[in-house]
């Protein structure tokens, strides 16, 4: 059900010193940025060819990214996965069997829609998957 990578998601504790090293550093053009209030989060989306990472900061630290912070420290956070039609992607992973967090998609960045699965269904790697926004592709 995954047509490709569609983004890479890392930890940082705050934004602009991370885009010192991805925008800056490695070159990279900033495609996105958005702060999701509900999520807790400030985003920032980085072209690499016709993928992307995703940074990601807390904006407070009781916030799922911000008790990962606590846990683990800035670093890889997610891998995310394009998929045509989230709905029928969600009914297909969980009808094999693969415990998911979010079993209805919610509102990413950019007009997308987004769900996450388990980690302890995909080798305790956080796994998220990506319906584009349809204006953008
Ligand atoms: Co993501």
Redesign the pocket.
């Known amino acids: 059900v995954f047509d490709r990578i569609?983004?890479v998601?890392i930890a940082v504790e705050e934004i602009e010193s991370a885009l010192e090293l991805w925008r800056d550093g490695c070159q990279l053009d900033v495609a996105h940025r958005e702060i999701v209030r509900e999520q807790g989060v400030e985003?920032v989306l980085l072209d690499v060819g016709e993928n992307h990472i995703?940074l990601?900061a807390p904006l407070a630290p009781d916030t799922p990214v911000g008790k990962f912070l606590a846990k683990r420290g800035p670093g890889l956070?997610?891998i995310?996965y394009q998929v045509a039609d989230i709905d029928a992607a969600l009914a297909a992973l969980a009808d094999a069997g693969l415990p998911l967090i979010d079993k209805q998609p919610r509102a990413?960045i950019g007009g997308s829609r987004?769900a996450f699965l388990e980690p302890k269904g995909t080798g305790r790697v956080l796994t998220?998957i990506?319906e584009p926004a349809k204006a953008s592709h």
């Open positions: 569609d983004h998601g985003a995703e990601l956070h997610h995310a990413g987004v998220e990506v």
